[in-house]
């Protein structure tokens, strides 16, 4: 079974990834597979070099994220070309890796996908949405707690991540971790991951 998992910033995603984990899913990690793409050596970098030119990677072979950001911004277009380049790649990684872990026996992947509401693409990669929800208030307080950001930084980010609603309406199953303690979290997680076979 193929699990997306995703949740607002501070919801509380990666404690649940690291509890799924430990329960014995094999996980994967999205934003990981795209940044490595787009890396010094990344195999999306040839073809951002010849479809953007050379100017688009820096001299250690890297994106230039700077010139890309100002780019597809001026040029909306080329933030669809860019995406056309970077998605299939991660793709056929993600794909790479759910057969290792496939071979490896493992028979329930998570994928851990940050934006999985807002990229529209992962909802037919998955058998499940898997949404952890806590309110905004809570996300704040963690957030703060973890980073050292300003209340106002965290809600800017909160801001530019789906809104609530929408991410609730794309679950399938909702992990509820708002006035909980860790141990209840956990008590959650594991009735959950006995439905996929964990
Ligand atoms: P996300 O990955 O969604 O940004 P994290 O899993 O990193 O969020 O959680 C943010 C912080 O809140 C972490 O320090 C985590 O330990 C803490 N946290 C999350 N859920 C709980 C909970 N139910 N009880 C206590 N601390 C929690």
Not at 44 to 54: L, T
Not at 104 to 110: F, K, L, Q, S
Not at 133 to 155: F, I, M, N, Y
Request: hydrophobic letters at 45%; one cysteine or more; proline letters at 4%.
């Amino acid at each position: 079974m193929r699990i997306g998992l995703t949740g607002g910033i501070g919801s509380g995603k990666s404690t649940v990834l690291a509890m799924l984990r430990d329960l014995g899913a094999a996980t994967i990690d999205a934003d990981a597979i795209s940044r490595a793409t787009t890396a010094s050596g990344g195999a999306a970098i040839p073809p951002i070099a010849k479809h953007f030119g050379a100017d688009f990677i820096t001299a250690d072979g890297a994106l230039d994220r700077d010139r890309m950001r100002v780019h597809v911004y001026a040029h909306p277009a080329a933030r669809r070309e860019l995406e056309a380049i970077i998605h299939p790649l991660v793709g056929a990684e993600s794909e790479r890796q759910v057969q290792a872990a496939l071979a490896a026996g493992r028979r329930t992947i998570v994928f851990d996908v940050p934006l999985l509401v807002e990229s529209g693409r992962w909802r037919q990669q998955v058998d499940r949405v898997v949404v952890v929800d806590c309110s905004p208030v809570t996300q704040v307080a963690r957030v703060r707690e973890r980073s050292g950001l300003d209340a106002a930084q965290v809600e800017a980010i909160i801001a530019a991540q789906a809104p609530r609603g929408l991410r609730l309406q794309a679950a399938d199953v909702v992990i509820h971790n708002d006035g909980i303690g860790l141990d209840a979290l956990r008590a959650q997680v594991e009735s959950i991951a006995r439905t996929f076979g964990l």
